[in-house]
């Protein structure tokens, strides 16, 4: 509601490069942290990583399809509550975590499938389909908590949400990838 009033008196077309940076520049800071934590957090899987180099292999596509999934989540539900839209987070929430555990089935077995054949290994192609099912199916869960948690700060969840949950995204992600890998590979 308010952030509808806020853009509908507002031509933003109109607004400054210097103000869109400004607006911008805080969002992006806490992203580029936020990168540089995965990073960190990353290296402290190197042993898994040393141990078989081919788990690197995946983690473009990981990374990926789960912000991916959240990307879209988000960027429904925040056009809702631009428009001022009445919308239940939990229930919005559970449908599309089913989105994501439907999105994240499908391509866990695909995925996996194609790393069992293309690498000749069971545990990698059982690790990326776990990895995949488990990460599509809470990218939705961080993609209507981060603007809704903005919103109610009343803070635009536009500008802030996706760097900051893309970041989270990332590093969970990552972290449920290397955790799978050292269960089912060691």
């Not at 789960?66 to 929430?93: C, F, H, M, P």
């Not at 449908?95 to 499938?113: D, M, N, P, Q, R």
Request: glycine content about 8%; overall charge negative.
């Amino acid at each position: 509601m308010w952030l509808q009033k806020k853009y509908e008196e507002e031509d933003v077309a109109r607004e400054s490069v210097e103000h869109l940076i400004e607006e911008r520049v805080p969002w992006l800071f806490i992203g580029l942290l936020g990168g540089l934590l995965t990073s960190v957090a990353v290296a402290k899987y190197e042993s898994i990583l040393s141990a078989d180099i081919r788990l690197a292999f995946f983690i473009p596509i990981i990374v990926y399809l789960s912000d991916a999934v959240g990307t879209q989540t988000e960027t429904i539900y925040v056009r809702a509550l631009s428009e001022g839209k009445k919308i239940s987070s939990a229930r919005y929430i559970l449908k599309e975590s089913a989105v994501g555990f439907s999105l994240g089935t499908i391509s866990g077995l695909i995925l996996g499938l194609v790393a069992t054949y293309w690498l000749g290994s069971k545990a990698i192609g059982l690790t990326i389909g776990l990895t995949m099912l488990i990460n599509l199916t809470l990218a939705p869960i961080l993609a209507v908590y981060i603007p809704s948690l903005l919103y109610k700060e009343r803070s635009d969840p536009a500008l802030g949400a996706g760097p900051v949950a893309t970041v989270i995204q990332d590093l969970l992600s990552l972290m449920v990838y290397f955790l799978i890998a050292s269960v089912v590979i060691f």
